[in-house]
């Protein structure tokens, strides 16, 4: 089994910046992918930012040029750097690893518990 904690959510006015961390623990042989998404009340879960194991990236058009994502494999954590802030970022935030737990075994989708982001003046 695999757990991920994530940290680094809470209140912060228009134009900041926070910095969201997931870290993941467990039975774990690499993670293939990790991401970033959000979700607001009655929409469904969008993708923010993505990172593969060879660190490409891809972003939501809402966010680029504003939020960076990046991995430290060592600790089997993934960060997203989130600076000028807007109002509609307010959201609760997910990680999501894909996790290989086995030498040559498939890989499995876990998803954080999610950490609330809200900006407002």
């Known amino acids: 089994q695999v757990q991920l904690v994530e940290s680094g959510g809470g209140l912060v006015q228009p134009g900041g910046s926070l910095r969201l961390s997931c870290a993941a623990s467990?039975?774990?042989?690499?993670?293939?992918?990790m991401g970033w998404y959000r979700q607001t009340p009655g929409k469904s879960r969008e993708l923010v930012a993505g990172?593969?194991?060879?660190?490409?990236?891809n972003y939501g058009d809402s966010v680029k040029g504003r939020f960076t994502i990046f991995r430290d494999n060592a600790l089997n954590t993934v960060h997203l750097q989130m600076n000028s802030l807007k109002p509609e970022d307010t959201a609760v935030y997910y990680c999501?690893?894909?996790?290989?737990?086995?030498?040559?075994?498939?890989?499995?989708?876990?998803w954080g518990q999610g950490t609330q982001v809200t900006v407002s003046s």
């Open positions: 999501n690893l894909v996790v290989v737990q086995v030498v040559g075994g498939p890989a499995y989708s876990y």
């Open positions: 467990g039975s774990i042989i690499s993670i293939n992918h």
């Open positions: 990172i593969t194991s060879g660190r490409s990236t």
